[in-house]
């Protein structure tokens, strides 16, 4: 064995899935020294998950990488609800619905297998980490953050005397380095007619976790494996799916129930009479179970199917995976189907998969390693659920990582992690059983069959489910960065995420200055004009992940002297020495760098101008002028009509309002346009006076204007 240097990180990411690449995007966006490890040899190249939800594409777009999603994937916009006719008992289409809730987002569903997702993510770390000087000095290709694929963590060790310790490294992991032959997962043997083609059953919850075998294996091996190395990190992410080895180490379990049916998914280009073959179905048979159809792009479709209940963990006996193959898959669905008939020539990828709803006891240890996405969550696939949370618990705890690692806020703040999306992973979990049992269930034959499911329950369940699916309802609880009532109960140590109990009395009953917007929610997005060239905006767009906070004036009718007066004493206070725009950033950093100020006013646009508007608005750079991408206005566009903004967000045109937004684009704060004192007093409940940490500097370079 050749051991390697020991390497000190600031993030260490265990599992490069779904969920640890959008933590590792996250660091590549924030410039954090960070490492990426995952035991297979290759990123997947199809099937798994493949459904985008429209918070999900929202997110992709805020890290710009959201129309490649949007390009190549498959729209879904209707979903068709297939049950046996009542009079006749032959299958009939029963209902359609739309897919997307109408106006809930911008985007809406599309899937695309999860192959293509983790390029995306690859080719912006790539690009970010060398841009931001990650893991070496910036521009240079030596600091970019690759994934180690066959990288295997063996032993992990913990200092907790040095857990509160901001500048220490309390983790310590030996990484070996496996051959490519111990990184590379048997397939399963397939079928004449499944022949050579990828299946998921090794990453699947039916195969046995093979990490104890590999460590084991690479043990053995050790000679012929290349090497080991000890690395030292401050923080650690577990991203590492359900079978979790971070989890293992730390002892947390997942708790909820493994008992329940098992499904074949298939992706094939279907040979098919079925007339809604291009629609999301669901297609309740008489008596031979259930499909969900999802149409995917280059016409491949996905076809869940139930094959058959099981009781692997509660003393039943053991499901034997090796008789499902693709033939028993598309035999059921020809079943469920008939009388239409449905084939295929072509195979893309199949695997079968156990429903079982569990969720993780904790998902932070010290707030210095945590566990994301399937390592603390696991759920039936067919909602569409599963990639989608667990990229967002990543997108959750990302900024905030970054934010503390980089000595901007407090390591309280990491708290909200486990107070925020352990809550999602369990209302998660609540709707994937009821949707599931719904879905599993057989149609009542009539209104006295009690044991059947009534197809009106199920549409009204599918509709309600529809919104919690799109991620678009996320409405996390009180905390210091979420300023609204709320005793933090049930949302892990409620007291000690709370914050200032006034700020969140302020923050509550101002919210009727918006009262279509709801803090704990991510902000909604409306078109608005750029003031200074009128191009239209979504609002969403102007709020880029890129770890920063944001105070979004809407400075009402800047054309009315009294309203005029309120903006100009804001922005003296905003411009002053001690303001939070300038406490809060490091010394040297350019000013939107920890705090964006944007604005937003109704006046009309063409008789007012940014300098209208205080210099802190539209700030000054001495080699680059003035910032004309700050201020906004709610007004007409030439080509693309009225955002309405004001009215959309239920803001007083005349008087306006103040938004703090988090960097993730949840609302923190609203409050009166020119509370100032309120803002300030929010920023100090997570903040670190950078004037304190370094000493008192002038950060702000807008103190000087031409002539
Ligand atoms: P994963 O995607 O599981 O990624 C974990 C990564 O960690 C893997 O790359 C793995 O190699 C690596 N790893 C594991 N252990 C170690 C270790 N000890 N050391 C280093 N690396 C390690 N969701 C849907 O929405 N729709 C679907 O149709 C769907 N189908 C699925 C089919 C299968 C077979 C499976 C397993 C899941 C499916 N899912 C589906 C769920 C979806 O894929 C997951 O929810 C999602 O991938 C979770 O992302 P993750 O990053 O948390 O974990």
Same mark, same amino acid.
């Given at each position: 064995?050749? %051991?390697?240097?020991?390497?000190?990180?600031?993030?260490?990411?265990?599992?490069?899935?779904?969920?640890?690449?959008?933590?590792?995007?996250?660091?590549?966006?924030?410039?954090?020294?960070?490492?990426?490890?995952?035991?297979?040899?290759?990123?997947?190249?199809?099937?798994?998950?493949?459904?985008l939800q429209c918070r999900t594409l929202e997110i992709f777009d805020s890290? +710009?990488?959201?129309?490649?999603?949007?390009?190549?994937?498959?729209?879904?916009?209707?979903?068709?609800?297939?049950?046996?006719?009542?009079?006749?008992?032959?299958?009939?289409?029963?209902?359609?619905?739309?897919?997307t809730?109408?106006?809930i987002s911008?985007f809406?569903q599309?899937?695309?297998?999860?192959?293509?997702?983790?390029?995306?993510?690859?080719?912006?770390?790539?690009?970010?980490?060398?841009?931001?000087?990650?893991?070496?000095?910036?521009?240079?290709?030596?600091?970019?953050?690759?994934?180690?694929?066959?990288?295997?963590? =063996?032993?992990?060790?913990?200092?907790?005397?040095?857990?509160?310790?901001?500048?220490?490294?309390?983790?310590?992991?030996?990484?070996?380095?496996?051959?490519?032959?111990?990184?590379?997962?048997?397939?399963?043997?397939?079928?004449?007619?499944?022949?050579?083609?990828?299946?998921?059953?090794?990453?699947?919850?039916?195969?046995?976790?093979? =990490?104890?075998?590999?460590?084991?294996?690479?043990?053995?091996?050790?000679?012929?494996?290349?090497?080991?190395? =000890?690395?030292?990190?401050?923080?650690?992410?577990?991203?590492?799916?359900?079978?979790?080895?971070?989890?293992?180490?730390?002892?947390?379990?997942?708790?909820?129930?493994?008992?329940?049916?098992?499904?074949?998914?298939?992706?094939?280009? %279907?040979?098919?009479?079925?007339?809604?073959?291009?629609?999301?179905?669901?297609?309740?048979?008489?008596?031979?179970? +259930?499909?969900?159809?999802?149409?995917?792009?280059?016409?491949?479709?996905?076809?869940?199917?139930?094959?058959?209940?099981?009781?692997?963990?509660?003393?039943?006996?053991?499901?034997?995976?090796?008789?499902?193959?693709?033939?028993?898959?598309?035999?059921?669905?020809?079943?469920?189907?008939?009388?239409?008939?449905?084939?295929?020539?072509?195979?893309?990828?199949?695997?079968?998969?156990?429903?079982?709803?569990?969720?993780?006891?904790?998902?932070?240890?010290?707030?210095?390693?945590?566990?994301?996405?399937?390592?603390?969550?696991?759920?039936?696939?067919?909602?569409?659920?599963?990639?989608n949370v667990?990229m967002q618990? !990543?997108y959750?705890?990302?900024?905030?990582? !970054?934010?503390?690692?980089?000595?901007?806020?407090?390591?309280?703040?990491?708290?909200?992690?486990?107070?925020?999306?352990?809550?999602?992973?369990?209302?998660?979990?609540?709707?994937?059983?009821?949707?599931?049992?719904?879905?599993?269930?057989? %149609?009542?034959?009539?209104?006295?069959?009690?044991?059947?499911?009534?197809?009106?329950?199920?549409?009204?369940?599918?509709?309600?489910?529809?919104?919690f699916a799109s991620g678009i309802a996320v409405?996390?609880?009180? +905390?210091?960065?979420?300023?609204?009532?709320?005793?933090?109960?049930?949302?892990?140590?409620?007291?000690?995420?709370?914050?200032?109990?006034?700020?969140?009395?302020?923050?509550?009953?101002?919210?009727?200055?918006?009262?279509?917007?709801?803090?704990?929610k991510r902000?909604?997005?409306?078109?608005?004009?750029?003031?200074?060239?009128?191009?239209?905006?979504?609002?969403q767009?102007?709020?880029?992940?890129?770890?920063?906070?944001?105070?979004?004036?809407?400075?009402?009718?800047?054309?009315?002297?009294?309203?005029?007066?309120?903006?100009? =004493?804001?922005?003296?206070?905003?411009?002053?020495?001690?303001?939070?725009?300038?406490?809060?950033?490091?010394?040297?950093?350019?000013?939107?760098?920890?705090?964006?100020?944007?604005?937003?006013?109704?006046?009309?646009?063409?008789?007012?101008?940014?300098?209208?508007?205080?210099?802190?608005?539209?700030?000054?750079?001495?080699?680059?002028?003035?910032?004309?991408?700050?201020?906004?206005?709610?007004?007409?566009?030439?080509?693309?009509?009225?955002?309405?903004?004001?009215?959309?967000?239920?803001?007083?045109?005349?008087?306006?309002?103040?938004?703090?937004?988090?960097?993730d684009q949840y609302? +923190?704060?609203?409050?009166?346009?020119?509370?100032?004192?309120?803002?300030?007093?929010?920023?100090?409940?997570?903040?670190?006076?950078?004037?304190?940490?370094?000493?008192?500097?002038?950060?702000?370079?807008?103190?000087?204007?031409?002539?």
């Amino acid at each position: 064995v050749q %051991p390697l240097d020991n390497s000190n990180v600031d993030v260490l990411i265990v599992g490069a899935g779904p969920a640890g690449l959008m933590m590792a995007n996250w660091m590549s966006r924030c410039g954090v020294k960070t490492r990426i490890v995952d035991k297979r040899g290759t990123k997947i190249f199809n099937g798994q998950a493949d459904g985008l939800q429209c918070r999900t594409l929202e997110i992709f777009d805020s890290f +710009s990488f959201g129309h490649r999603a949007w390009i190549e994937s498959n729209h879904m916009l209707e979903i068709c609800l297939w049950n046996p006719d009542p009079e006749t008992g032959v299958l009939a289409r029963g209902d359609r619905i739309p897919d997307t809730i109408p106006g809930i987002s911008r985007f809406q569903q599309v899937v695309l297998h999860q192959g293509r997702i983790e390029r995306f993510f690859l080719d912006a770390i790539k690009e970010n980490s060398v841009r931001t000087g990650c893991n070496g000095p910036a521009g240079d290709p030596s600091a970019e953050i690759k994934v180690e694929h066959g990288v295997l963590p =063996t032993t992990f060790k913990f200092d907790e005397s040095l857990a509160e310790d901001d500048e220490a490294y309390p983790i310590t992991v030996e990484l070996r380095h496996l051959t490519e032959e111990e990184a590379t997962p048997p397939q399963k043997a397939t079928s004449a007619n499944g022949q050579g083609i990828q299946d998921g059953i090794f990453r699947s919850n039916l195969s046995v976790d093979d =990490t104890m075998d590999m460590i084991r294996l690479s043990n053995t091996l050790a000679d012929k494996a290349g090497s080991i190395e =000890t690395v030292k990190a401050k923080y650690m992410l577990g991203a590492d799916g359900a079978h979790s080895w971070v989890r293992q180490q730390l002892g947390f379990k997942l708790e909820g129930d493994s008992t329940d049916y098992i499904w074949g998914v298939l992706d094939v280009i %279907p040979i098919t009479d079925f007339p809604d073959i291009r629609m999301r179905c669901a297609i309740h048979s008489e008596s031979s179970g +259930s499909v969900m159809v999802i149409p995917r792009e280059n016409k491949l479709v996905r076809l869940y199917i139930q094959l058959t209940t099981t009781n692997v963990e509660g003393g039943g006996k053991k499901f034997d995976r090796s008789t499902i193959t693709p033939e028993t898959i598309i035999a059921s669905a020809q079943r469920i189907m008939r009388p239409y008939k449905i084939d295929y020539h072509y195979l893309d990828w199949w695997t079968a998969y156990q429903i079982g709803q569990r969720v993780g006891n904790s998902f932070s240890w010290h707030e210095r390693v945590f566990l994301a996405g399937d390592a603390v969550h696991t759920h039936s696939p067919k909602a569409g659920q599963g990639m989608n949370v667990s990229m967002q618990d !990543a997108y959750n705890l990302g900024w905030k990582v !970054a934010n503390v690692v980089k000595g901007l806020t407090k390591r309280s703040m990491l708290k909200t992690y486990q107070s925020e999306r352990r809550k999602i992973a369990q209302d998660l979990i609540d709707f994937d059983h009821r949707f599931s049992r719904l879905f599993s269930g057989r %149609p009542a034959k009539s209104v006295i069959d009690e044991a059947g499911i009534d197809m009106k329950t199920f549409k009204d369940a599918f509709e309600k489910g529809n919104m919690f699916a799109s991620g678009i309802a996320v409405d996390y609880g009180a +905390s210091m960065i979420v300023a609204k009532s709320g005793s933090g109960k049930d949302q892990g140590d409620g007291t000690e995420v709370l914050g200032d109990e006034n700020l969140r009395v302020i923050s509550d009953s101002a919210e009727k200055l918006a009262n279509k917007l709801e803090v704990g929610k991510r902000m909604p997005s409306f078109k608005i004009l750029n003031q200074a060239d009128a191009r239209p905006w979504h609002l969403q767009e102007l709020l880029k992940s890129n770890g920063t906070w944001r105070v979004v004036v809407f400075a009402g009718n800047v054309r009315d002297p009294s309203q005029k007066k309120r903006l100009d =004493t804001l922005g003296e206070k905003l411009e002053a020495a001690d303001s939070f725009l300038k406490w809060c950033t490091p010394a040297g950093q350019k000013y939107d760098s920890v705090i964006e100020l944007l604005s937003c006013h109704s006046a009309p646009r063409q008789e007012t101008t940014i300098f209208d508007f205080p210099e802190v608005f539209r700030p000054w750079d001495d080699n680059d002028g003035w910032d004309y991408w700050k201020v906004h206005v709610d007004d007409q566009s030439y080509h693309e009509g009225h955002g309405q903004a004001y009215q959309n967000y239920g803001i007083d045109p005349q008087r306006g309002c103040s938004i703090i937004l988090r960097p993730d684009q949840y609302i +923190s704060w609203i409050g009166e346009m020119d509370d100032y004192e309120s803002m300030d007093r929010f920023f100090k409940g997570f903040m670190i006076d950078q004037r304190t940490r370094q000493g008192a500097k002038e950060v702000v370079a807008n103190s000087k204007k031409p002539g």
